[in-house]
């Protein structure tokens, strides 16, 4: 078990930039998710796949967003047009199933929108 | 809606005492509960969780936490906090037909030698 890990895990970025940011799972686990954090506040839920499909995905993911899972394993959250707005800790974790099972979380790429 | 509150923003203690974090949820149906903490530039890590049965949970660290359905809480407690406790602790609330975890606002807890 070698963990979630993300990449990269700074990225600072002007206005109007497009960045990408990768997450690679725990091997054996089907499920991957995207949080985002801003100073001060908890976690918020993105969207989440199984394998490679896309379940989920939430109100604050605005049409500039868009997270793909090729091949069910690595997923890459891509933000195009970034807004200052847009600066937050990006979470990923992944689980082996839904509810229940633990959610084991990256240690998050901080995008800063200059 | 489901919701999760911290009431406590920053918590500070001293080496030895004892701790507890409050968390209240709102959720229609049965929550599965979790307690994660996050040090600085590190990831979330799971203290523990509660899906069913006992309702005071055992996790990692030397941390407890107590269920009370009828107070809509689980609340998180240690009984002797070290200085390497000193980090964000999230509670969460989960179900069992969602993929999503709903998070509180978080508590910074401080220790002071």
């Known amino acids: 078990d070698t963990g979630v890990s993300q990449d990269p895990r700074h990225k600072i970025t002007k206005r109007g930039q497009n960045v990408t940011f990768r997450c690679d799972p725990i091997s054996e686990h089907n499920r991957l998710y995207w949080y985002r954090q801003t100073l001060g506040q908890g976690p918020e839920f993105l969207t989440y796949?199984?394998?490679?499909?896309?379940?989920?995905k939430s109100r604050l993911l605005s049409d500039r967003f868009s997270a793909e899972r090729p091949k069910g394993s690595f997923s890459t959250l891509e933000i195009q047009r970034t807004e200052q707005g847009d600066s937050a800790m990006y979470l990923c974790?992944?689980?082996?199933?839904?509810?229940?099972?633990?959610?084991?979380f990256g240690p998050g790429t901080r995008l800063t929108v200059t | 809606a489901q919701s999760v509150t911290q009431p406590d923003i920053h918590i500070t203690v001293s080496e030895g005492a004892s701790l507890e974090l409050r968390c209240n949820y709102s959720y229609g149906a049965t929550p599965y509960l979790f307690w994660y903490v996050q040090s600085p530039g590190q990831g979330l890590q799971l203290l523990l969780k509660y899906f069913s049965g006992d309702t005071l949970v055992q996790g990692i660290k030397g941390f407890e936490a107590e269920f009370k359905r009828s107070q809509s809480s689980f609340n998180l407690r240690k009984p002797s906090v070290h200085w390497s406790d000193a980090a964000e602790y999230f509670c969460?609330?989960?179900?069992?037909?969602?993929?999503?975890?709903?998070f509180g606002t978080g508590t910074r807890l401080q220790v002071f030698p």
């Open positions: 796949f199984q394998n490679e499909a896309q379940l989920e």
């Open positions: 969460a609330v989960g179900a069992y037909n969602t993929d999503k975890l709903i």
């Open positions: 974790a992944s689980s082996r199933g839904q509810g229940a099972y633990e959610q084991y």
